[in-house]
């Protein structure tokens, strides 16, 4: 699987999210983060969901990230 095309995938995941989930306030910090994950095939079939949580302080915008690096990987350890 060509790495672009993973990140471009985990990307566009995060835009449908975001879409479905408006922001309340993009300034707010957050205290503890809980990440949850879930990895799908073409057809839609979950292939690995997981969670974590990490005390951290950080604006919403990189916690995104830090949760699609995380996805990614995720992915990648478990040769996905």
């Known amino acids: 699987m060509d ?3 993973l990140a471009h995938d985990a990307m566009s995941f995060v835009h449908e ?3 479905a989930n408006p922001s309340r306030n993009r300034r707010a910090l957050v205290s503890q983060e809980v990440w949850g ?3 799908r ?6 292939l690995f969901s997981a969670c974590k949580k990490e005390d951290i302080s950080v604006d919403p915008l990189l916690a995104e990230a830090l949760g699609v690096r995380w996805a990614l990987q995720v992915a990648t350890d ?3």
């Open 3 to 5: 790495p672009s095309f």
């Open 17 to 19: 999210f975001n879409e």
């Open 37 to 39: 994950l879930a990895l």
């Open 41 to 46: 095939n073409l057809n839609g079939e979950t």
């Open 78 to 80: 478990q040769g996905l």
